[in-house]
């Protein structure tokens, strides 16, 4: 059989990914007869049917998916180290995508990359906050931001960050009215600010220990959020008590606006970690981010 044309390969990667002919031809600048016609020849080549068509959509078969799947990470190889030659011959340069919650974005990646990224102009970076646990390679990240204990067993990680832990605080006034809790337990009594997780879809039970007693308790109140900033300003406004990361409240707790409670019993979890697939560290733009986000104790 004659070998394969790579740009078949290509074309036929982007007609499986946005599963139509009409918006694969529009994202490949090609006219969509050409296009169909490149598929067919792949196919006639292979002597297999690849996609399915219908009025509404595109799909790949059996065989198609299969292809689809072992060509994707190769392509995408290939593409990396053309990038990573290129740069060779410049300063470094690309766009970098990263997954990161708004926690994460304001105690760590930010502050690391602002006064770096200035000297490197040809550096662009798009950043999604949102606290999901995304799978970066299939999503089109080039890098995720997570707690230790969260990242894959198979993705190069490198810590960004120090350990952290999260903290019960609430207004004065709220404990003038409610009375203090003296143990984790009596937080079931208690008007609660909730944290919904964006990937499970369940509600956060906070997670308490003390002396090897591990405890998680689930919370009721009038509010939910997804967000910690959200969290504080209500505990702020006295709509209860709210368990939020200890950096960012620590000015609140300082100036008297919020009462930390139950500190012995707030544990310290693994800080934050960059994590990647391998074919990302031989970017020179990228090895510049790793570098500048590196926790160096």
Same mark, same amino acid.
């Given at each position: 059989?004659?070998?394969?044309? +790579?740009? !078949?390969?290509?074309?036929?990667?982007?007609?499986?990914?946005?599963?139509?002919?009409?918006?694969?031809?529009?994202? +490949?600048?090609?006219?969509?007869?050409?296009?169909?016609?490149?598929?067919? !020849? +792949? &196919?006639?080549?292979?002597?297999?049917?690849?996609?399915?068509?219908?009025?509404?959509?595109?799909?790949?078969?059996?065989?198609? &998916?299969? +292809?689809?799947?072992?060509?994707?990470?190769?392509?995408?190889?290939? &593409?990396?180290?053309?990038?990573?030659?290129?740069?060779?011959?410049?300063?470094?340069?690309?766009?970098?995508?990263?997954?990161?919650?708004?926690?994460?974005?304001?105690?760590?990646?930010?502050?690391?990359?602002?006064?770096?990224?200035?000297?490197?102009?040809?550096?662009?970076?798009?950043?999604?906050?949102?606290?999901?646990?995304?799978?970066?390679?299939?999503?089109?990240?080039?890098?995720?931001? $997570?707690?230790?204990?969260?990242?894959?067993?198979?993705?190069?990680?490198?810590?960004?960050?120090?350990?952290?832990?999260?903290?019960?605080?609430?207004?004065?006034? *709220?404990?003038?009215?409610?009375?203090?809790?003296?143990?984790?337990?009596?937080?079931?009594?208690?008007?609660?600010?909730?944290?919904?997780?964006?990937?499970?879809?369940?509600?956060?039970?906070?997670?308490?220990?003390?002396?090897?007693?591990?405890?998680?308790?689930?919370?009721?109140? !009038?509010?939910?959020?997804?967000?910690?900033?959200?969290?504080?300003?209500?505990?702020?406004?006295?709509?209860?008590?709210?368990?939020?990361?200890?950096?960012?409240?620590?000015?609140?707790?300082?100036?008297?606006?919020?009462? !930390?409670?139950?500190?012995?019993?707030?544990?310290?979890?693994?800080? *934050?970690?960059?994590?990647?697939?391998?074919?990302?560290?031989?970017?020179?733009?990228?090895?510049?981010?790793?570098?500048?986000?590196?926790? $160096?104790?």
């Amino acid at each position: 059989m004659p070998k394969t044309d +790579l740009n !078949q390969l290509t074309w036929f990667q982007v007609v499986a990914e946005e599963r139509s002919f009409t918006k694969a031809a529009a994202k +490949l600048g090609v006219a969509q007869s050409t296009l169909s016609h490149t598929i067919k !020849q +792949l &196919e006639e080549r292979m002597g297999l049917r690849l996609l399915t068509r219908t009025t509404r959509n595109v799909a790949t078969t059996v065989a198609g &998916e299969r +292809l689809l799947q072992t060509i994707t990470p190769r392509i995408a190889e290939i &593409e990396d180290e053309i990038a990573a030659l290129t740069a060779l011959r410049e300063k470094p340069s690309g766009s970098i995508r990263l997954t990161l919650s708004d926690h994460a974005f304001e105690s760590v990646v930010w502050p690391k990359l602002k006064p770096v990224l200035k000297a490197y102009p040809d550096i662009s970076i798009e950043m999604i906050l949102d606290s999901t646990f995304r799978n970066i390679v299939e999503e089109g990240f080039d890098a995720g931001v $997570r707690l230790g204990e969260s990242v894959e067993k198979d993705m190069i990680a490198v810590r960004i960050g120090e350990d952290w832990r999260l903290v019960a605080v609430a207004s004065h006034g *709220y404990f003038d009215a409610h009375g203090v809790p003296e143990h984790p337990q009596d937080l079931v009594r208690h008007i609660c600010i909730n944290m919904r997780h964006e990937t499970a879809g369940g509600l956060y039970a906070w997670e308490f220990e003390k002396g090897g007693q591990a405890l998680r308790v689930r919370v009721n109140g !009038q509010f939910t959020f997804n967000n910690s900033y959200a969290m504080i300003d209500a505990a702020v406004n006295g709509y209860g008590i709210a368990y939020v990361p200890e950096d960012i409240v620590k000015r609140h707790i300082a100036s008297g606006v919020l009462v !930390q409670v139950l500190d012995d019993w707030s544990p310290f979890f693994d800080g *934050y970690f960059l994590y990647y697939p391998s074919r990302r560290q031989n970017l020179p733009a990228f090895k510049v981010i790793v570098d500048a986000l590196r926790h $160096r104790p």
